[in-house]
């Protein structure tokens, strides 16, 4: 069973950084998509960044490119999203996300090419 653990969410002004860490402990890197995706209530799940850890290949939405960067480490089997210059827009739960499927032709951004998803944690900035 692939788990995906969240952390590093919290309540940051306008202008502020979080770094959020993504576990994936029981999850093999391979050629495959890694992913964050948000989510604010009303709003459908948005693609906000993605990376294939095996390559270094980032991809990022158009409303974060320049303020957010994602990295892993792979010898601690983790994934993390750098977020900066936060605006309240950005106020979401933010969710981890892993595929089994082979990154080729694929955006990392699309949430249908995603298997594995975590709990989320809940960022939330203020003006």
């Known amino acids: 069973q692939v788990q995906l653990v969240e952390s590093g969410g919290g309540s940051v002004q306008a202008g502020g950084s979080l770094r959020l860490s993504c576990a994936t402990s029981?999850?093999?890197?391979?050629?495959?998509?890694m992913g964050w995706f948000r989510q604010a209530p009303g709003k459908e799940r948005e693609g906000v960044a993605g990376i294939v850890p095996t390559v270094g290949r980032t991809v990022y939405g158009d409303s974060v490119k320049g303020r957010f960067f994602t990295s892993q480490d792979n010898a601690k089997k983790m994934v993390y999203l750098e977020m900066n210059s936060l605006k309240p827009e950005d106020t979401a739960m933010y969710y981890c996300?892993?595929?089994?499927?082979?990154?080729?032709?694929?955006?990392?951004?699309?949430?249908?090419?995603?298997?594995?998803w975590g709990q989320g944690t809940q960022v939330t900035v203020s003006s």
């Open positions: 029981t999850y093999t890197f391979g050629n495959y998509c």
């Open positions: 996300a892993a595929s089994r499927r082979l990154w080729y032709g694929r955006s990392c951004l699309d949430s249908a090419d995603f298997d594995y």
